[in-house]
């Protein structure tokens, strides 16, 4: 088993049970799990031995932060492919999403293997060790096997959601028929997956969730078996929730319901289960979650790009609700940096509630321990014997950390958003000095590029 040792951290944020922030400080990991943390000048003699004689990868922080990956617990990567849309760029949600739709009916499944690819490599160089994915829709022989492909060869953390719609426009919902799918080659793709790909060991790097995509575009019928069957088999789920107030007002018309108590009435609460955005879920709607330990997923660049509004984050935090930090889908934020979602987090935080609202250390811990625990894992967020050895370390010679020495931990969220310097996950270096090592990431982006250009083609001459 390899061992890797990372030495002279400025700083090494635990994010442990004491919240320990060491100066000066080391790791040691062998294989893919943390076996020990403190100041370097107390690294174990056997372990110094090793770094001495050559049989340990040593890395050298000096001049860095370094703290646990961040985990997103939100996305939808194959929109890495629609930034920017003109006709999507001044839309509210719903009419985002109409716009959109056929669009994205035109993909393929190399577009959601190289969107993957891009996607998860703008992630990892900005901190990111975990994530998750929503895909939804599976036109022209696209599965999320081709997303599962891309996530093993880069080499992230990944939990694949397994989306979906059934409820297309002639049955009352939003999606047009031409991207919904029958509800049973739903539920027996779902099987599928989960049996040939779902790892519920410690340190998983693949795991499986059910995600039927929102209450405007599946029946109720497919968020009750859904649920079961996610039971059955171990797994989480998840789904859009309370995002704006047009998504509320249609939760009402259709079920007499709000939000929450939809989730509620099919089931869809537990520590097993989490929202995206929830912007507009309501005192009730918070309690619930905090009593039934239902996490929710921030993601403040994508609530103020389509002005759903400020989810009460602040509100959620003091009752109890897991939360973490998802960057949404590149066609709603346009951009997938997770140490700028953290920075946003606080910063919407502090517009509607006020300076005290949310603090730099608060950001970063929802970032990291909050993801893992929305993710219903206690393997990762935190740097401590028997952790997931997945870090990430940036360095404070970049301009844009300049003079804020004092304090270079809450610098990370409060100064430009850099990218990563180096980044560990599971015990391998996925990034050093910067550069991603797990693909050719000019030819990745030559190839998307291409890819995404072709797919306005073929949706604008409607083939």
């Known amino acids: 088993m390899s061992t890797l040792i990372a030495l002279n951290a400025?700083?090494?944020?635990?994010?442990?049970?004491?919240?320990?922030?060491?100066?000066?400080?080391?790791?040691?990991?062998?294989?893919?799990?943390?076996?020990?943390?403190?100041p370097t000048?107390?690294?174990?003699?056997?372990?110094?031995?090793?770094?001495?004689?050559?049989?340990?990868?040593?890395?050298?922080?000096?001049?860095?932060?370094?703290?646990p990956g961040l985990v997103n617990t939100h996305h939808h990567m194959y929109q890495s492919l629609t930034r920017a849309v003109p006709a999507a760029q001044d839309a509210e949600l719903f009419s985002w999403l109409t716009n959109l739709y056929m669009l994205w009916s035109h993909l393929t499944p190399e577009m959601v293997y190289v969107s993957t690819q891009t996607a998860m490599a703008e992630?990892?160089?900005?901190?990111?060790?975990?994530?998750?994915?929503?895909l939804y829709l599976y036109p022209n022989?696209?599965?999320?096997?081709?997303?599962?492909?891309?996530?093993?060869?880069?080499?992230?953390?990944f939990h694949a959601a397994r989306g979906s719609m059934s409820l297309g426009r002639s049955k009352g919902g939003l999606p047009p028929d031409a991207v919904v799918e029958e509800e049973e080659a739903i539920l027996r793709d779902s099987?599928?997956?989960?049996?040939?790909?779902?790892?519920?060991?410690?340190?998983?790097?693949?795991?499986?969730?059910?995600?039927?995509?929102?209450p405007f575009s599946v029946t109720r019928g497919l968020m009750r078996e859904s649920a079961l069957l996610a039971r059955a088999h171990g797994v989480s789920l998840h789904t859009h929730l309370a995002e704006n107030d047009n998504d509320v007002a249609f939760s009402r018309e259709k079920f007499?319901?709000?939000?929450?108590?939809?989730?509620e009435s099919l089931g869809w609460v537990g520590r097993d289960v989490w929202h995206a955005h929830c912007v507009k879920l309501d005192p009730e709607g918070i309690a619930l979650f905090a009593r039934t330990g239902t996490g929710v997923a921030h993601c403040p660049c994508s609530n103020m790009r389509l002005a759903s509004g400020i989810a009460p984050v602040r509100s959620m935090r003091d009752a109890g609700v897991p939360v973490g930090l998802g960057v949404d889908g590149s066609a709603s934020n346009d951009g997938a940096h997770m140490l700028g979602e953290a920075r946003q987090a606080l910063l919407?935080?502090?517009?509607?509630?006020?300076?005290?609202?949310?603090?730099?250390?608060?950001?970063?811990e929802i970032a990291t321990l909050g993801g893992a625990r929305v993710l219903n894992r206690d393997d990762i967020g935190a740097l401590a014997p028997g952790m997931s050895a997945d870090f990430v370390a940036f360095d404070m010679a970049a301009v844009g950390y300049a003079g804020a020495g004092h304090d270079p931990?809450?610098?990370?969220?409060?100064?430009?958003?850099?990218?990563?310097?180096?980044?560990?996950?599971?015990?391998?270096?996925?990034?050093?000095?910067?550069?991603?090592?797990?693909?050719?990431?000019?030819?990745?982006?030559?190839?998307?590029?291409?890819?995404?250009?072709?797919?306005?083609e073929r949706a604008s001459a409607g083939h």
């Open 348 to 364: 919407l935080q502090r517009v509607g509630h006020g300076p005290a609202a949310m603090g730099a250390r608060e950001a970063l």
């Open 10 to 38: 400025d700083v090494l944020v635990t994010m442990d049970a004491q919240r320990r922030e060491i100066r000066d400080g080391a790791l040691v990991a062998e294989g893919p799990a943390v076996q020990w943390v403190g």
């Open 256 to 263: 007499d319901m709000t939000p929450a108590q939809y989730a």
């Open 191 to 214: 099987l599928r997956l989960i049996q040939q790909y779902h790892d519920a060991s410690r340190h998983a790097m693949l795991r499986v969730v059910l995600a039927p995509c929102s």
């Open 123 to 134: 992630l990892m160089l900005s901190g990111c060790t975990t994530t998750s994915d929503h």
């Open 141 to 157: 022989g696209a599965r999320l096997d081709d997303a599962i492909a891309a996530a093993q060869q880069m080499g992230m953390r």
């Open 41 to 67: 000048a107390e690294l174990p003699h056997e372990y110094r031995r090793m770094a001495d004689e050559g049989r340990a990868q040593v890395l050298d922080m000096r001049g860095r932060v370094l703290l």
């Open 409 to 456: 931990v809450a610098a990370l969220v409060f100064c430009t958003p850099a990218n990563v310097d180096t980044s560990v996950i599971n015990g391998r270096v996925v990034v050093e000095r910067g550069r991603l090592l797990t693909a050719d990431l000019p030819v990745v982006l030559g190839r998307h590029n291409a890819l995404a250009q072709t797919l306005f």
